[in-house]
């Protein structure tokens, strides 16, 4: 009998280990893709670190965009950037143009962002201080090193902290000039000069999107 | 008085009899163009210009060993300081001046010609460049119209007077053309070449240091030509301010307004 119970006893304790193995496995899975700090300047800190480790990776760059991608859509108000780069035009559209747009916008903005960051392979960047500029936003302020090619860069992160728990990235801020606000003259500029019609801008991002 | 001196004197008059009245117009970060149509051509020949021209050489300039480059960023910069010494000065910033003037002492002599910067070290912090643009915003002018110049690039009504002003104003072209100061000072290796060759090697250490970024923007860009317009303004905005965009309280309303909605 004891001889016959051995095995049993053996399996069960696989059995545990492995469940508690899988348990701990979930869980940190979870707690990687979705716990930024809440603290802005940590915030930015690990969104830098996560970037690191995609753009010093050696895959290919079809990959690092696919990753960064990710790490755009979790910490980024994609939404809100796509509904103030349109300005007030959003207010003109129809709710089907609108829905049409934001899916373009979040397309353009995904291949645009990975396409600038992509270029670099091992980025050097200092997290300097962070300043609380109202109850809903917090200024981080980062250096990115200069190299024996390029000047040293400041980027400052505009961070949307209305919901304490979950910051976001609203804009940055490189040498001062702000790229939300680029973009939305851009946008501003391509429907002016094109009597405001939006199947104009749909287009200019559709072939941005497709190049 | 020069006949030189009395044009200086004139330019910064009819500025200010220009500019005078609208002391009170507040910095934008738009402006209306001139004729767009002839600016989008000239940004197109700009940029045909730089491929051909401009960029290569920077490329080949930054082919040359970092301590060259950073040697002769260093000189050009000290020679364009003197030129922010007079905005300074004419801007009313005389904590500027002393700063502006302090440096280019410390690195004339300790850091031999300016090919060094020791004054950094010895607490003349590196500050922004001061332009008769900028100075004229500083005054209160108002931006005018966008358009693009050959060659010069994104412009605006108030930064073409001051491109022309800034020559007046410059002393190290004042050196350089005057032959009145030729003869007080006896500098007659400064003729006036060597203020074209500063001026160029400036504009070459400008591209080489940002030839990544402009391809970035060229190629991430919907409308190139607005961007660069944008990104003009703001910089210019943000030099007249001397502060950043982030450090301003941001007109938040649209924001609020996505936020409400």
């Not at chain 2, 004419?90 to 002492?105: H, K, M, V």
């Not at chain 2, 108002?142 to 050959?150: K, M, S």
């Not at chain 2, 203020?195 to 160029?200: A, D, H, K």
């Amino acid at each position: 009998m004891g001889r016959n119970r051995q095995p049993v006893k053996l399996n069960m304790k696989r059995i545990i280990v492995s469940f508690l193995l899988l348990f701990i496995i979930i869980i940190s899975v979870k707690q990687n893709a979705f716990a930024y700090s809440s603290d802005p300047k940590k915030f930015i800190e690990e969104i830098i670190e996560e970037a690191k480790v995609v753009l010093s990776s050696g895959s290919s760059q079809d990959i690092k965009a696919k990753e960064l991608s990710k790490i755009a859509i979790k910490t980024v108000d994609v939404q809100g950037l796509a509904y103030y780069t349109l300005g007030k035009k959003r207010k003109e559209i129809n709710p089907e143009e609108l829905e049409k747009y934001e899916n373009l916008f979040e397309k353009y903005f995904l291949k645009s962002f990975t396409s600038r960051l992509t270029d670099y392979s091992d980025p050097k960047i200092d997290v300097l201080s962070s300043e609380t500029v109202s109850d809903k936003y917090t200024i981080v302020k980062t250096m990115l090193l200069k190299t024996s090619k390029k000047p040293e860069v400041k980027i400052d992160w505009r961070v949307y902290t209305k919901n304490p728990e979950k910051p976001l990235i609203r804009d940055l801020i490189v040498e001062g000039l702000s790229l939300a606000r680029t973009q939305k003259e851009e946008f501003a500029s391509i429907l002016s000069a094109n009597n405001n019609d939006i199947n104009v801008l749909f287009e200019a991002l559709e072939n941005f999107i497709n190049k | 008085m020069s006949k030189r001196l009395k044009l200086i004197f004139s330019v910064l008059a009819i500025s200010i009899a220009i500019y005078a009245p609208q002391l009170s117009a507040a910095e934008k970060y738009t402006a209306n163009e001139c004729f767009e149509r002839f600016s989008r051509a000239t940004l197109k020949f700009n940029q045909g210009l730089d491929k051909a021209i401009f960029k290569p050489i920077a490329k080949g300039y930054r082919a040359l060993p970092v301590p060259i480059r950073s040697g002769t960023s260093n000189f050009v910069n000290n020679l364009r300081s003197l030129l922010t010494f007079s905005n300074n000065v004419l801007q009313g910033d005389f904590r500027g001046a002393s700063n502006t003037a302090g440096r280019f002492a410390i690195n004339t002599t300790v850091g031999i010609l300016g090919f060094f910067d020791p004054a950094a070290k010895m607490g003349f912090e590196k500050k922004g460049r001061e332009d008769f643009g900028q100075t004229l915003g500083v005054w209160g002018a108002d931006t005018g119209c966008y358009f693009v110049l050959p060659i010069f690039g994104p412009t605006t009504t108030r930064d073409a007077f001051g491109l022309v002003g800034n020559v007046f104003i410059d002393p190290f072209y004042q050196l350089t053309h005057n032959t009145e100061t030729d003869i007080v000072i006896g500098n007659d290796n400064l003729s006036e070449h060597n203020y074209y060759y500063y001026r160029g090697t400036d504009a070459v250490d400008f591209r080489s240091k940002n030839i990544e970024s402009l391809e970035s923007i060229e190629k991430n860009s919907i409308d190139f030509y607005a961007s660069i317009k944008s990104l003009y303004l703001q910089d210019r905005s943000q030099k007249i301010s001397n502060s950043p965009i982030s450090d301003k309280s941001q007109d938040d309303s649209e924001w609020e307004e996505i936020d409400n909605q």
